[in-house]
DNA sequence: GAAGATTGATTACTCAATCTTG
DNA sequence: CAAGATTGAGTAATCAATCTTC
């Protein structure tokens, strides 16, 4: 016979849950207050204009944009949009895909990045791997990529 | 000699880095749209009504209850205003130190809670603990702890 | 009709200002 | 003046609808 009582979590599985949402909701809020106040962007911001920062020619379509940093088309616009306000990227239509919108790291987007990056990469160094090994450095890669792959399949 | 130079992150930390910003905005947004779908309310919503149903008499102090969910108490203080639209939570003076708030679950927010409860666990499960065995667990809870920890001192 | 992308309306969050009580 | 809590204004998010091109 069927038993269709939910599987509730062990005292264990509990506790590192909630000790999860708690300092992933705490992180963000921090990175995000951080890069805020010092560079005047968003932590999906920064994601934005770092992957363009890396992309050929540093452009890439609007879809694959938002594929590769997982925020919705929809928000992706509108960050855009807000990016372009700034000057630190513009859009130009897709010569072979004229559906298309390829978006491009201005100059001015990269020394905004630039001038952000340090300090980004210094409050993760703090809030998270100064306090890891190389073991932890593993096990946190490990469990997203676990993560990640049940929610991409 | 001082070395200002930033301290940039190493291949592996990057790439776990990355790995874990990615599995974070999949999972919190898959669980959201699970909760919101199924349940009308948020994550956030849910970790409240939580937070209150564990309580004694199912209430809590507003302040209490904004650390406990690691919320600012203006974004607490929006939510249970939703909240109480909704008749789920009830709020009233606190007799002692007429300053507080007491924030308390009702029945229909009781109801609401067990209602949502199955879906969400199971969707905790499927999304995470399911590719876990007891190790990647201990992990989970160790890198949170260290984390939540540097963000609280 | 489906893919790429945007828009507008609604809803939610943040930030600074405010109000009240200790 | 500090602590507890809320408010309103401004900003950002989501969701459904739309437009264009394949």
Redesign the pocket.
């Given at each position: 016979m069927a038993d269709d009582r939910p599987r509730w979590l062990s005292g264990d599985e509990q506790a590192a849950w909630r000790a999860f949402l708690d300092a992933v909701r705490l992180l963000i809020?921090s990175l995000?207050?951080q890069l805020?106040?010092d560079a005047g962007m968003?932590l999906?911001?920064y994601e934005v204009l770092a992957q363009l920062s890396e992309s050929p020619g540093r452009e890439r379509?609007?879809?694959?944009?938002?594929d590769s940093v997982f925020?919705?088309?929809?928000?992706?616009?509108?960050?855009?949009?807000?990016l372009e306000g700034a000057g630190w990227v513009e859009?130009r239509k897709?010569p072979?895909?004229?559906?298309?919108?390829?978006?491009r790291l201005t100059d001015a987007g990269f020394a905004a990045l630039e001038a952000a990056a340090p300090g980004h990469v210094e409050a993760v160094r703090r809030y998270v791997f100064d306090a890891f090994g190389c073991d932890e450095v593993t096990h946190l890669a490990r469990l997203s990529e676990a993560i990640r792959s049940r929610l991409t399949s």
């Open positions: 809020d995000d207050a805020q106040a968003s999906a911001d379509r609007m879809s694959g944009l938002a925020l919705s088309r929809s928000r992706l616009s509108h960050a855009v949009a807000r859009r897709c072979s895909d004229r559906r298309g919108t390829y978006c």
